[in-house]
């Protein structure tokens, strides 16, 4: 069982940063896949960002296209947590973001979910 928990997220202007972590539970964090997604009102809940599990030379990441070069996903394994460096937010960022773990591929159907952090992003 993992427990996610997220914080960082808040209000910010257009061009700001903000940075949200995602800490997890358990012994076995390096094992699984994390990311981020979002939801903003009367929307699906869209994929962010994820980074695959440590243990290889190699960590992978992936980005939607749209936070491409704007946004960062980083894990600190000793510290059991995920990091989502958002640079140069707009308007269209604003939403509830969710961190995700899975011990497979990360989809919309992890394995496990964090409660969701508010951003919103003011014009």
């Known amino acids: 069982q993992v427990q996610l928990v997220e914080s960082g997220g808040g209000l910010v202007q257009a061009g700001g940063s903000l940075r949200l972590s995602c800490a997890a539970s358990g012994r076995t964090f390096s094992r699984y896949y994390m990311g981020w997604f979002r939801q903003a009102p009367g929307k699906e809940r869209e994929f962010v960002a994820s980074i695959s599990r440590s243990g290889g030379s190699i960590v992978y990441v992936d980005y939607v296209d749209s936070v491409k070069g704007r946004f960062t996903i980083s894990r600190d394994n000793a510290k059991n947590t995920v990091y989502l460096q958002m640079n140069s937010l707009k308007p269209e960022d604003t939403a509830v973001y969710y961190c995700?773990?899975?011990?497979?591929?990360?989809?919309?159907?992890?394995?496990?979910w964090g409660q969701g952090t508010q951003v919103t992003v003011s014009s």
């Open positions: 995700a773990a899975d011990s497979s591929v990360l989809t919309a159907y992890a394995e496990y």
